[in-house]
Structures are given as structure tokens and as C-alpha cells.
């Protein structure tokens, strides 16, 4: 008797006049809820407690949000917002006449002063949120922008000697992080990390990367690595220190690093920050997602 007064209310459900606007209520605040979600940071600062932690991990999740450079996958974003639009065009082939109904009285609301106002408080809110979100960066896209002085660091370089960043001060700098047991994406890296510096024309600029592995990464194998990838000593300083020691400056930098139990490989973020003359950190990339020539233009940026 239950299934069938279900079934026989589930067959009246297209009868009913407020079910239209009431699908498309939902679907539009779908919708809203993930631009909200993607313009929160630009009007309320996402603290380091839990609330920040929900707030970042659902923009991971949902929206492909890479923490490290700030920016989004736009296939991620494209496959959450695209249901809007579909479920939208199959709710009008269902209710045509009541669908063109609820846009005509939405259009009647928002030709009015109230709704006009509304429009134009949302359009605001638009613009802010996009350039909120979009201050950070440069006119090259996936690039972040910044001011923030580079937190210093002291660990042990590949000759064995002390090393610390505040050395390089008066000198633009490239820091990235990598190790030398990597066979693929490292190398990588530090090849176009090189080849960035070389093309760059900024005759004093130094690289720097920090390792990933400092359990396995002693100045003797760095040194090696450095003779294998014929990087010049004088242009790069290969950096590693205890384990400890190297975790804080990976957090200070946003930089997370995994072994493997197994292969002993270590997964990391892949990160090239460009340290400008008086210490700030000017630039963040993705070294492998940005353009060499790209990377190069940013050094002349900052002055040769």
C-alpha cells in the first residue's frame, strides 16, 4: 500500500506548478555554493583552525584547489559547474511553460528598483571576488604573486660548509626543492630551473634547492648528483641538513614531501619560489607547468 501511494505521488510530481522553480532554486544555489567557495578567501580569511581546514579541503576536493600555487584545475571546475546548466535545460524540456514562467517573474523582479539593486550589489561582489582572488597574479597564468619576506634558513650545502639563504641577499634567487635519488622529474627541474637562469641575461642570480630526502642526501652524494646533471657550483647551491632541520624549512615554504616504505621514492610538491634582491618572495610556479621563457621573463622582472 506504501509503494503504491508513492508511486502514485511520484506520477503527479509534473503536475505540480512550484516543483519547476523549486528544482531550479536548488540547481542555481549548487551552483552559488561553489563560486562561494571558490571567492571565500577574497572577503574572509581562512584561518589555520578546523573551520580553514574544512574550508581548503573541500576546495581540494571539489574544486581542484592546489594550495601551493593557488590557482584551480579548470577541468575540475568545468565538471562541477557544468551540471548546473544541463540539469537547467532537461528542468525546461520537462515543464517548458512553467520553466518560461518562473524566468518571466524573475525577469519582472529584477527589472524592478529592489532587483536592480540586488544585480548590482552581486556584480560588485563579482568583480571584488575575482580580483580578490586574482591579486596574487602576474599577467602569466598559474603564477603567484607575493611580498613576503623569504624566511631564512641554515643547512649544510654540498661542499660541506654552512649555508644560509640571508648569504644570497642582494642577489635574485631561485629555490626549489628536490632530491637526488629522483630519476625523472627532479632532473627535470633543475634543468629548466638552469636553463631559466641561463637565457634570463640576470648575470648574479643563484638557484638553490633544498632536499627532499635528507636521510639519504649527504653532501657527498649531492655533489655527485651535481656532476651527474653538469650543474655549475658557482651558479647552484645543493642543500641539505638533519631531518628535522629540513622539514622546517619545507613547512615554512609550503612544500609537503612522502617516502614510499617500499621504493624509498619520496612524492613531493613541485615548487620554485623566485626570491627577489631585498629577500622577498616575489614569485611562486609550478617548474614543470611553467614555461621556461616564462620563468626567465619573471628574473628580468625583478632587475638584472
Known sequence: MTADRLLSWLATLPERKWLPLALLSVIAG???FFVLLAYWSAFLPIDDGKFGQVID???VFCLGWDPQTGTYRLDELFMVLLPAPVLMGMVAVVWPSETIDAFRRLGRSVSSRTGMAVIAVIVLVSVVGATGVGWKRSSIAGI???FETAPDFSLTDSSGASFSLNDLRGKPVLLTFTYSNCQSICPNILKRTDKAMAISGVGDVRAVS???DPERDTP?????AMKALQIKPERWNFVTGAPADVDSVLKKYLVGRQRDPV??????SNALVIIDREGRMAYR?????TEVGNIAELLRKLGG
Open 30 to 32: 549548487w551552483a552559488a
Open 285 to 289: 610556479v609550478d617548474p614543470l607547468d
Open 263 to 268: 621504493t624509498g621514492m619520496v612524492s613531493h
Open 220 to 224: 657527498e652524494r649531492l655533489r655527485e
Open 144 to 146: 603567484q604573486r607575493g
Open 57 to 59: 579541503d573541500l576546495r
Open 210 to 212: 633544498v632536499t627532499v
